[in-house]
Every structure is written in structure tokens, then in C-alpha cells.
């Protein structure tokens, strides 16, 4: 197939996904609206040779974040709907961030070479559809930069990306998967107070019951207690107070 084949929408499964990168079809090109995206593609090589060299994935994905948020200021400056634009995000993870999503979701690139190797699910993570929280939260790009943009829209700096990067996948998926990852403070609190959940260990009364089965549970209660009680207008103390008492109440 001629590489002059342009596609135009969003792509929607590994083949075309797989087209693209084995240089078969090309995206439509879009408007960067300022962003220089020169930097974002440095910075998504250098994570790439960090990724390769073995780099804990959260020191590599903080590093990251925190220059596509500081790159994206012109976007929020002066066309913040381009946020809300799965092609935008395709076209970034799909250039400058190709080899950095390569490494990072689809354990390298050795697939696009030989048609016999299955294109990998982490493809998908190239991708988003519009209208989905879910995909947005899992976009290579755009997971990034709602954790970078939930620190720096809490208090003005990424000194909480660590505190985000570090938890368990489930409590991020939790959170940002759906509507609750809207609010930064209501984010961080989720995220704090979820993180403190530990496993109970099976005694001669009680079974075992683990972290992740303690953080489903309190996240089932916090989405029955948002739809009732407009929580987002709180203040930090009684968010915390609020969720704390849910954490507390799970055995």
C-alpha cells in the first residue's frame, strides 16, 4: 500500500494502528497550535533511552509528563477545546511520542518487522475515541498529561506526580477512568486515601482480604457517595473527612 494513503480519522483498531507505524498510511497532519513539538519529541526520546536502559517506569513517565504539560501551554492558552481532540492526541503519540509508546506499551518495535508476530494490545494505547473517559485515562499522551495537569492544577507544580505515578494501576484507573479524576483535589484525596488501604490478614474469625479487593470496595462506596453528595464543592479537610470515614468503615 502507497504511503501516500492519508487517514483522516481516528484510527479504531491494531490494523490500522499497524499500518501507520509500518509506514503503509499516514495521518492527516495537524495544528499544533504553538506547541513546539520538537521538544515533546526530545523528551519522548529521551525516556525511550531511559525505558531501554531500564528506569523505573514511574521515574521515566514523571520525567515525561511533566515537559508535555509545560510544552502544551500554548494549547491551553489559546485553544484549550484541542484538550478534548482524540486526533491531537493520536498524532502526538503517533510522532513525536512513536518511540517512547513503542517501548513503553508494545515492547518495542520488533513486531513491525516481522508480519508473522501479532500486532500487541498495547497498540491500542495509541489510539482514543472521544467521547471515552476510560480511553483518555489509558491514551500514551494523554494519561500523562491529566496526571501532570491534576498536580500542577492542584498547587501550580508537578510535586505530586510522584505521589500519583507510585500507586497501583487499579487506584489510577479508578479514578481516572471515570468522571472523578475531573477535580484535582478530589483526585488526590481518592488517591491518598485509597493508597492507605492494606491487606487484612486471615485469622481464626476473618479471611484474608486483600488491597486491591479493600480499594474496590471503597471506591464502589465513593461512587454511590458522588452521586448524592456534590463532594467537588467541598473543601480538602472535608473531602478527607468524607472519604477517610469510608476508608475506615471497610474491614
Not at 126 to 151: E, M, N, P
Not at 153 to 167: A, F
Not at 205 to 223: E, G, L, M, P, W
Request: hydrophobic letters at 45%.
Amino acid at each position: 500500500m502507497s504511503t501516500e494513503t492519508v487517514l483522516a480519522g481516528v484510527l479504531r483498531d491494531k490494523t490500522q494502528i499497524a499500518r501507520v507505524l509500518r509506514g503503509e498510511a499516514m495521518l492527516a497532519p495537524q495544528d499544533l497550535h504553538g506547541v513546539d513539538a520538537g521538544a515533546v519529541e526530545a523528551a519522548a526520546r529521551a525516556a525511550a533511552g531511559d525505558l531501554e536502559a531500564g528506569l523505573d517506569l514511574g521515574t521515566v513517565d514523571e520525567a515525561l509528563a511533566k515537559v508535555l504539560h509545560m510544552e502544551l501551554a500554548p494549547v491551553r492558552a489559546a485553544a484549550p477545546w484541542v484538550l478534548n481532540d482524540a486526533l491531537f492526541w493520536q498524532w502526538l503519540a503517533f510522532h513525536p511520542l512513536r518511540e517512547y509508546t513503542l517501548l513503553r506499551w508494545c515492547g518495542g518495535r520488533e513486531w513491525l518487522d516481522d508480519p508473522d508476530l501479532a500486532v500487541p494490545t498495547g497498540a491500542m494505547r495509541f489510539v482514543l475515541a472521544a467521547g471515552s473517559v476510560k480511553t483518555h485515562a489509558r491514551h500514551s499522551a494523554r494519561r500523562l498529561y491529566l496526571y501532570a495537569d491534576c498536580s500542577h492544577s492542584y498547587d501550580g507544580t508537578y510535586g505530586h506526580l510522584g505521589v500519583i505515578l507510585g500507586v497501583d494501576q487499579d487506584i489510577l484507573g479508578a479514578v481516572f477512568e471515570r468522571k472523578l479524576g475531573l477535580s484535582p483535589l478530589m483526585a488526590l484525596v481518592l488517591i491518598r486515601t485509597a493508597s492507605a488501604l492494606s491487606p487484612t490478614k486471615k485469622t481464626a474469625t476473618t479471611k484474608s482480604i486483600s488491597a486491591r479487593d479493600k480499594r474496590r470496595d471503597f471506591f464502589r462506596q465513593v461512587n454511590l457517595l458522588v452521586s448524592t453528595v456534590a463532594v467537588e464543592f467541598l473543601d480538602e479537610a472535608a473531602m478527607s473527612g468524607y472519604f477517610g470515614d469510608i476508608a475506615r468503615e471497610i474491614p
